[in-house]
C-alpha cells in the first residue's frame, strides 16, 4: 500500500457495528485514507449492514447456515473476499474464527481488535475474566491476525484502571469507547504504510514495537 493510494478495505462484522461505525465516521470526516469497499457479515440480521447501507457502502452476507458445513461456509467467504480483492481487511466483531489460508492470504494486511491488554485474556469474556482475577488494568489491543487466536503483534492499546465499582457492563462501556480512537488511529496506519508485519513483528514508522504504543483512558 502506497501513501498516495486510498486502500480499498472491507470490514467483517457480526453484531451491531459499534466499531464499524467509529471507521465509517472516521473516513467520512476525512481521517481515514479509505475506501469501504465493502461490509461482510456471517448473519444476514447483524445491523451493523444497516449500519453500512445508511454509508452507502456496499454490503454482503455469508450466512454459514446456508452451506452444507463450516469448510463449505469458509470456502464461500475465501470466494468473496477474494472478489471484493481488498488492501485491508478489518475485523470488527466477527465472530468467527477465520481459516489459516485465508489469514495467511492477507497476512499483514488483516487487523482485529480484541478486548484485552494482550496477551493477557485471549478468547472470550475477557471483563468477567479480569474482574475474577482482580487485575487493576483493562483494556483493548488492536492487532495483525494470525493462525493462532489473538496471538498476532500488537499495534497499540488503550488502558483503562479497574474501578472497585466496576461491573462488566462498565468495563465493556468504557474499553469500547477506546476501541473508537485507537482502531481507526491503527486503521491508518496501515493504509498509509506507517505500520507493517514483518520479521514477525510491528513496526511503526521503521521501527520495531518492543511493547504496543499505549493510550491511556485520560489521555
Sequence with gaps: MK?????????LISGSGTNLQ???DAT?????PIDLCAVVSDQPAAFGLERARRAD????????????DRSAAE?????TLAELDPD???LAGFMRILPDDIVEHFR??????????????RGLHTFARVLEAGDAWHGSTVHFVVPELDSGPSIIQYRIAVRSDDDEASLKDRVQAGEYVIYPRAIGWLATGRVELKHDAAWLDGERLGTP???DESD
Design 22 to 24: 467509529a471507521i465509517i
Design 75 to 79: 470456502a464461500g467467504l475465501g470466494d
Design 28 to 32: 467520512a470526516a476525512g481521517e481515514l
Design 3 to 11: 501513501s498516495a493510494q486510498r486502500a480499498r478495505t472491507a470490514v
Design 88 to 90: 485491508i481487511v478489518v
Design 57 to 68: 457502502i456496499p454490503t454482503i452476507t455469508v450466512d454459514y447456515r446456508d452451506h452444507p
Design 108 to 121: 499483514g494486511r488483516m487487523l482485529n481488535v480484541h478486548p484485552s491488554l494482550l496477551p493477557k485474556f
Design 213 to 215: 504504543v499505549l493510550v
